[in-house]
């Protein structure tokens, strides 16, 4: 009797991850993922016969997911790049890369709060929360909330 509850259970949590993973298949562009890998070859064409435009050393960095083409996705990188990455590379961990200007990351999500941090450019954070217009940001464990327009890896105005 106790085997056939822990079948059960472990059968529930596998139909569970099951349907998560096809979930994220279902996916609509456009949507932020990030890099999973430690390295990703961005492709001309969505397969591997097709050249590497691109290799990708920077896991966490934020990407723009623009079309869908059976197990390959049309990305865009934070230079505006454009090329293709095969979704096993991909995470849909919520990343932020700073722009072209340094960055504070503040106490609380208000323009007159204390500033905590500053982040420089090219730097990569998570994202935890956005409420449209500020967002939780952390970078290796030092957090502030940054406002929302200041990212790229997030849309304006987006909730999370």
Known sequence: MRFARRSIAVASMLVVLATGSAEAQRRKPPYYASIAAGEARMRSGPGKNYPTQWVYRRADLPIKVVDIYQDWRRVEDPDGTRGWLQVGLLSDR????????????????????????????????????????????DVRGRGGYVEQARLWGVDPGEAM
């Open 94 to 137: 919520r990343t932020a890369f700073v722009g072209r200007e340094v960055i504070e990351l503040r106490a609380s999500p208000q323009s007159g709060a204390a500033v905590v941090w500053r982040a420089a450019p090219g730097v990569v954070g998570r994202l935890s929360r956005c409420n449209g217009a500020w967002c939780f940001f």
